[in-house]
């Protein structure tokens, strides 16, 4: 396809990025979009890998602790939720439940909320609420020190820079570039890459045999990195 044909397409200033970051080289524009796409669609993959994972060692461990059905329960007047900080949570809970009506099983609600929401299980008045013993789900974490706490309120901030990144690419937005520059690098996907697969070790699961034949991110950097 010719660039402009390509513009007309996916329009002038989405493309006026890659031209720049390509010094002004139309097919290898081109080119960067498509890997851009390419690398999107290879870490969507992963993150949704350990979303899921994620929110699966969050139920057991929960089911074990506040029941079988601890998420309506929670969500119910006197539950563990039924307060002014834990409110949104609640209908959040609600909201699904109400959506799956007579469909409704506790693994269908746990497959409908969202990774912001299993996320937000570990803001402090979550931690809280459900009886600030979820971190145990991270079995393999480092123990605190003096420098660094690996409490609750680090794994909060942590899977915060990993849903930002989610919600990114689920809007189409580059991941090739310095954050806020036209300019071609890969560090910033490197970095939370990385944290992605250190948070599979944490949960102590095998990340790269839960990922064969699907991991492709680094090669794909790789290929960005030598337009």
Known sequence: MKYRDFVCIMSLTRMSRYLTACNGDTRKAMTLYRKNLQL??????????????????????????????????????????????????????NDEVFKLNHQYTHAKLV?????????YLFSAHHYRA??????????ARPRSTPTIQYNASYIFGELARINSLRNRIAHHE?????????????????QHYNLILQLFRWLNIDEASLL????HILTVCSEIDAL
């Open 111 to 119: 497959a409908a909320l969202g990774f912001g929401f299993w996320r």
């Open 212 to 215: 064969y034949g699907l991991d």
């Open 174 to 190: 580059p991941i090739c570039f310095i954050p806020g520059q036209p300019q071609k690098d890969t560090t910033f996907v490197r």
């Open 40 to 93: 999107s669609q290879e870490l969507f993959t992963v993150i949704s890998c350990f979303e899921i994972a994620l929110r699966n060692a969050i139920d057991n461990h929960a089911i074990q602790h506040l029941g079988p059905d601890w998420l309506r329960t929670a969500a119910s007047v006197g539950g563990i939720f039924d307060n002014v900080h834990c409110m949104i949570t609640k209908q959040t809970i």
């Open 130 to 139: 459900t009886g600030q013993n979820s971190l145990q789900i991270f079995r």
